[in-house]
């Protein structure tokens, strides 16, 4: 076969574009949907209606789109989590693990309960809990971070088993010590734990009756602000990044390695465990079984697409949490988790871009 | 019977390759001879490689002719050109280390086609050694051999493929002066039985004592095309290969030497493979003084270098201004006034996916104006970075680029930049001026130089002997992790520091 | 209790992870590291759960699970062998892929009952006292199976030409490529070979060790196990199956606590309570994690390690050639 034209793959000498690795971002998306399309039209659903429904149950209206906007806050600090840790190369997996231990963690100032939630001004109740929820998650980032620092263990694996350890850690309490009468979850926890949500405000503003975004979001946001500035403009984020870029350079320039990756492990673990903590006070409102449709694992296809950005990771969130609204309710159950796979592998397959110029070049010109 | 000369063993006429944003070969013609040694000079970065890998089927030229005994060839891969009887020797070994010589050898070939009997193919491998005089254990396993032994496996490794056109990337780069002398005797013998060499070489004693012809490349074009060696002056072929006349005037000043900085007390450390490399091993070096560490790459120098940075625990003690630094972090090194140049640019001296200006402030980020309590100051380091990058010459289209898209100069005047600004007590500079062109190294040199003058004392590893002798005020020979001796620099002799560096003690030390 | 049944049970459970693991020693022997196991795993156990029940022949669906494993994985190969993505990132969307197209293809597979692989007795071998039972009777084929593969997938590394090229291929790449040894070949087939043998464990599991479809729960975090597996056997098959079976068998032996009222003359806490039973399905994982730890000492403190050109994609003209 004779084909005038040839496609060949030249290595970039010069620097990218600014713009092109968002390009990309989108252009991966977009790909993938379409993907997703045609697989879904294979197994016989219709692409178009489902597309059409997934915008109109995830931005179609202001109560759906604060819908939207809770499931993208655990997203907002689990996809930092994962930015924070990848920047240096830790492969932290274990967000999910993280989140559930920070949910566990931030329970017990109720459960046991820590203080007089009586007398206790609602502030300091919420404060305590985001500071335990975040020890929690810390913890739970701590061990992989050690056992890498101490004896060279992979972290990708420990991190793994250790979101099962914490699934079935969860399970126990909630099964025994304080099931609900039976239930697999604990009572509903008192008002003064729950954060504040914008529907509280519906007496005053009537626009804001049923609308469930709660304050946690704003938790989101600042995170992404502080990570950013840990990232861009502090001692600790030079140093994170040149660990991340050759940790070889880094001994020789005299850092601390061991200690900063115990400390990445444990800022990655607290900010997924500070998500745990505003999913059960912001949402579920008790601890139970099932809080988390995978945000933990999702959360490293946010960090990735938005190419560990931290404000990118805000609006990658807002469409992933819209994928879960709107999971919800498509069938078949597992297409959602589709596209997320095929996101993720457009997106990895798009960097090939930002290396190489591709070129479409007439045979005769290379003779 | 009448004979007709047998033809050329290869031709390549008008050859040009090509690389993103680089012509790498420029229409290159080399024709070698049946039996002779032919070599082929150049600067780094002047295309030698690149048209010996395209004779060896790695690339592809984008045109001209190659023939090999008179045929036309067209190699697509390797395979195609050791099928012709081509087989090149690398400049880095392209062996694998956990593998047996004999597993390295039948790398690659169609025979035995699947069941491995080794113990069979061991005793073929020294049939072949007894013939050609290259002595190496087969059942070894590459990373148990030293350097000129893997080097023996290479050419092993072309001879066992029947290969009667030897390409010899730089082979005696990595190789002791008495090393080098039995590589030639090595290379003579394969001749007189009948094989052609094309031997890549930048050192003009080498070329004359062991070439018949020689082509030189610069930039990619040949400057030279198959002149005879004989005759051929030191000026002249340097002008070949630089194109320009080359005045060596890098002078270092007699200045005498003060007080001790590094006080290197019977220091004994392991490598990497968990095996001895430095031995009770003492040492001293004064301010405005240069140290130089002579030896065959692998006797010891990374290790020196690592233990007195801090990058490697050790036996004994390390003394750096009466302070013991042995056995800590680099950053106590540091903190006394170490700088370091390290061997491994790419790998250790410098973050590849970072900036100019972030791979300048390695050091000195958290010290002011650079560095606040908690943050950096990024318009300080830029301009700091573009401080350095004028004051030390880097060529760099600003101080955003990353450090993986510069030359080997640049980076290393990044990098030596870097360290100078530390205003060191100590500098290790090990292997400065490795890899780069004349004019990089000679203001390498000169910046070593400057540095002796400001009275920073400086130990530099190299294995460039001449370049240890221009800038050396002592030089000590190490072996085996040993000082075999620590000589005056104005009064050694090369042929004694040879001897050192093969094991000879010196007498009187 | 009963000490052959454990021993027994855990060399069921043990072909699972024996299967998986070899798979990912293969991969990784190439340079390639594909954390996707669990994803071809389970797209494995539909794959061949479906077959079976469509072709009413668990043969058929053994090999459907394997060329579904293989397939899948060539995804992984394309994006980090040519377009040289990261391997651990496209190894964890290949886990979200392979699960995501399990769940969408195998909607309504649950409570079908297709058939399985047989289960045989090897004769003459299962008279032999104590090893009779426990080795060679009531066992699925494919345990059989296991046991001659193990020792053959080591004697095909260590002492084959393939198995020479893929040791070189994952230590120094650029060796293998100046000998005329296809780089990305010998890559591209050793993914799929690990894909097919993910597959395969996923196949075990639903034609064979516990019969049916149970969405994810179905491998339940097996893949990850297996691939962790693989450090603790230092990159070598015979380790591995080795490990798989340890692993079974103590499994089996915690899942056993449980039994009993008594054990070892009081009150069982575990048979008093059954809440308690969570802590001993984390056992699995936590059994994992000191085995990566005991595994990564032992490395660090013999020098041995992983292929050294694992996770490194290879560019011809970069890394000293």
Redesign the interface.
Known sequence: MNLPYTVIFEKRTADYPKWLPAVTSLFSVIVAFIISGIVLKIIGGDPLRVLKFFFTATFGSWAVFSDTMVKATPLIMVGLACAVAFKMKLWNIGAEGQFYMGAFFSSLVVLVPMVNLETTPKFIVIALMMIMGMIGGAIWGFIPGYLKAKYQVNEIIITLMLNYIALYWNNFWIFDKWSDAGFQMTPQFEKIAWLPRLSDLAKEYKAFSGITLHLGVVFGIIAAIIIWWILERSHWGYEIKLIGDNPQAARYAGLNITKNLILVMMLSGALAGLAGMSEISGVVHRLQEKISPGYGFTGIIVAWLAKLNPFAVIIVSILFGALIVAGREIQPSGLSNLLQGIILFMVISSDVLLRYKIRLVRLEQEA | MTSSPPPNAVEMKDIVIRFPGVLANDHVNLTLKHGEIHALLGENGAGKSTLMNALAGLYKPVSGVMKVHGEEVNFSSPKDAIAKGIGMVHQHFMLVPTQTVTENILLGLDEPKFFMDLAKYDQKIRDLQDQFGLRVDPTALIWQLSVGEQQRVEILKTLYRGADILIMDEPTAVLAPQEIDELMNTMRSMTEQGKSIIFISHKLNEVTAVADRLTVLRKGVATAEGIDVEGLTGEKLAELMVGRKVIFSVEKKAQEPGAVVLDVREVSAENNKGVRALNKLSLDVREGEILGIAGVAGNGQSELAEVITGMRGCEGSILINGEDVSNQEPSAAIARGVAHVPEDRTGVGSAPNMTITENTIMKNYREKPIGNKWSINFTEARSHARGLKDAYDILAPNVRTMARKLSGGNLQKVILAREITTNPKLMVAMQPTRGLDVGAIESIQRLLLAQREEGTAILLISEELDELLTLSDRIAVLHEGEVMGILDAENAEVKEIGLMMTGMKRSDS | MNIEIILHAGLATGTILLFAAIGEIFAERSGILN?GVE?MMLLGAMAGFSTSLATGNAWVGLIVAMLAGGILSL?HG??TIH????Q???G????????????????GLTGQHPPTIPIVDIPLLSQIPFLGPVLFSEHSLLVYVGYIFAPMAAYYVY????G??L??VG??P????????SVYGVRYFYTFVGGMLAGLAGATISLSVSPGWYSTQTTS?QG??A??LV?FAQWNPIRAAFGGYLFGMLRRFILDLQGPALLFGFANPLYV?S??G??L??MP??L??IA??WG??AA?KK?LGAP?ALGVPYI??ER??
């Not at chain 3, 377009?83 to 990261?86: C, I, V, W």
């Open positions: 954390l994803g995804a394309l994006v377009f040289q993505a990261d651990v990132v496209s964890l969307s290949l886990t979200f892929l392979g699960t995501g197209l399990a769940l969408v293809l195998g909607e002492k084959t030409r393939p020479m090229h040791r070189a230590e120094k650029s060796a293998a490529d100046t000998l005329g040894i975090g990850w196990i691939v962790g450090i309570n809440n308690y969570f802590f399905q984390m994982f936590v994992t994690i990566l730890v990564s000492r660090t020098r050294a011809r003209g000293g050639l």
